[in-house]
């Protein structure tokens, strides 16, 4: 394939990829309430809707209150986990490991359906305890590989040379260990935070219409009529994605995050 055709090739595959993108952001410029696209009249009044009706703020304030929380649990779950994997290497690393990234490999509607009849059993069903445990097991995974992958990176003999020189246990974690892997503690922390924003299925099947999220919210909100409102919590929630994972390309090594192999 030549230069020019490769480059048209990949072109058309960006316009694939962003034409959705395009198409919601156009959407949420209509100036009348209607989902139409090119927009007509355009205006940005339903970007000071979104921050001026109660129930689009409060569905907003649980989204973000359980997405916080629940990848601070994720990473608080994950690291420990890792850390044990790393430096003891027990024959049943394997199925440890497996265990942890299950939840996020199964069908989420199996998984939600499994958090469901837990939360009914124990009493909580309906909480936003509920929602914020569930997405902190079930996106335990991406902390889980991402700190994986920063302990695999380190170099054993350093650590072994720290303690042939006097530092304890306590003292090489502090001191070598988790300076090392602090960048991949915070993109672990940031997947999981990005992705529990735009979690649906788990959220609903353990919460209903308890706890409304801002994905719950868009979906409720179809039962009343379309507005471009649902449209513009998708360009805020792009905007969001974008702004953190080009944070974490910008500062770290994002490659190397996601499991690409060291050329070396």
């Known amino acids: 394939m030549s230069r020019l055709g490769s480059k048209l090739f990949m072109g058309l595959v960006l316009l694939f990829l962003a034409g959705p993108l395009i198409v919601v952001a156009g959407v949420s410029l209509n100036g009348a309430q209607q989902l139409l696209f090119p927009p007509r009249d355009p205006s940005l009044r339903w970007y000071a809707e979104l921050f001026n009706q109660p129930d689009w703020l409060n569905a907003m304030g649980n989204s973000l209150l359980i997405a916080f929380t629940s990848a601070a649990l994720a990473v608080l779950i994950a690291f420990p986990l890792a850390w044990f994997l790393w430096r003891y290497r ?11 990234v299950a939840p996020f490999t199964l069908p989420p509607v199996i998984t939600a359906l499994g958090f469901l009849v837990f939360w009914v059993s124990v009493g909580l ?3 936003i305890v509920a929602t914020i445990v569930s997405h902190a097991i079930f996106f335990v995974t991406l902390p889980l590989v991402t700190i994986t992958l920063g ?5 054993r003999q350093v650590v072994e040379a720290a303690t042939t020189m006097g ?4 003292k090489v974690f502090t001191t070598i260990i988790l300076p090392l892997i602090r960048p991949y503690l915070i993109s672990g922390y940031a997947f999981a935070f990005v992705l529990s924003l735009n979690e649906y299925i788990v959220a609903y099947m353990v919460s209903g219409f308890t ?4 994905p719950i919210k868009i979906f409720n909100s179809l039962r009343y009529g379309y507005t471009p409102v649902m449209a513009v919590v998708a360009v805020v929630f792009m905007l969001f994605a974008a702004l953190v994972f080009g944070l974490i390309a910008r500062f770290g090594d994002l490659p190397k995050l996601l499991g690409a192999w060291s050329k070396d």
């Open 90 to 100: 027990v024959r049943y690393g394997s199925v440890l490991y497996g265990l942890g």
């Open 125 to 127: 069903y309906g909480s």
């Open 151 to 155: 302990l695999n990176s380190i170099d």
């Open 167 to 170: 530092a304890d246990e306590r």
């Open 211 to 214: 706890v409304e999220t801002l």
